[in-house]
């Protein structure tokens, strides 16, 4: 009996364990880009997929860590729908855009906007 609970124990636990790195999703990544005084960066994802789409956006420094700075954040509210655009604003000169998201079908890139808002310099992410 105790053999029979321990193999079901660890089948279960091997199937936890596999449904969880299936559900990891897609990491993409862009470049580190440097935005000079009353530039704004800013981290765009559009969902191509035909269903919605759960995301973990990051804006992260020159240290590969992610920073809370955002002074606009629409990625990280909830799922993001087929077709839809979510924007999260790094407010650092010097930052990169990490997007892990359930569905493959994601564009994402990392933009520098001046104050007007015109797009200075696009850098797009790549699959990792």
Not at 16 to 27: E, K, P, R, V, Y
Not at 52 to 58: E, K, Q, R, Y
Request: overall charge positive; charged content about 15%; hydrophobic content about 40%.
């Amino acid at each position: 009996m105790k053999q029979k609970m321990r193999k079901i124990l660890t089948t279960v636990t091997l199937v936890l364990s596999c449904g969880a790195t299936a559900q990891a999703g897609t990491t993409f990544v862009t470049p580190l880009a440097r935005a000079l005084a009353g530039q704004i960066t800013e981290c765009v994802v559009t969902n191509f997929a035909t269903e919605p789409a759960v995301l973990s956006v990051c804006v992260f420094d020159s240290n590969g860590t992610c920073i809370n700075t955002a002074t606009l954040d629409t990625c990280n509210t909830g799922p993001l729908a087929p077709g839809a655009t979510c924007i999260t604003r790094g407010d650092v000169f010097d930052v990169g855009c990490r997007v892990v998201s359930s569905a493959r079908k994601i564009r994402a890139a990392l933009e520098v906007r001046d104050v007007a808002g015109n797009l200075q310099v696009m850098f797009p992410a790549t699959r990792r």
